[in-house]
């Protein structure tokens, strides 16, 4: 998509603070975030929203989920767990879908969200 700024970040044509990349998708810090940590992880193919998606996508969706708790380790909001087996920490992902569900640029993308809360606009 020419217009799309997710694939003009894939393509290296705009900078971005990226902390992971293969050759499906691609991962980096949100410009304006709503949590201390707050990154974002798309595909490097153009899907506009979550409801594009078909089964032919399922690798790369699990992909996408698979690699949250990675860059959540990596960024120190983790899920911990004691000797007790109390846990500790945590994120929180989140896929916007339409406008209805608040998706304001239209490139799928996983929010990872982490650190203390509360975040902002983002329930419970």
């Known amino acids: 998509m ?3 700024i997710f694939c003009k970040i894939v393509a290296k044509q705009i900078p ?4 992971y990349e293969d050759d ?3 991962a980096f ?3 304006n975030p ?4 707050h990154l974002l992880v798309i595909p490097k193919q153009h899907v506009a929203t ?3 998606c078909t089964g032919e996508h399922a690798a790369v969706l699990g992909k996408m989920l698979a690699l949250a708790p990675k860059l959540a380790e990596e960024h120190g909001v983790a899920v911990k767990t004691d000797g007790n087996g ?3 920490g945590g994120f929180k992902t989140l896929i916007n879908t339409g406008p209805d569900g608040g998706q304001e640029v239209y490139h799928l993308h996983l929010h990872v969200y982490g650190g203390k809360r509360p975040w902002r606009g983002l329930g419970t």
Do not use: T
């Not at 971005?16 to 902390?19: E, T, W």
């Open 2 to 4: 020419d217009n799309c």
């Open 29 to 31: 810090k949100d410009i």
């Open 34 to 37: 709503a949590a201390p940590v």
């Open 24 to 26: 499906e998708v691609l």
């Open 16 to 19: 971005a603070n990226i902390v």
């Open 86 to 88: 109390g846990r500790s």
């Open 50 to 52: 979550l409801s594009d």
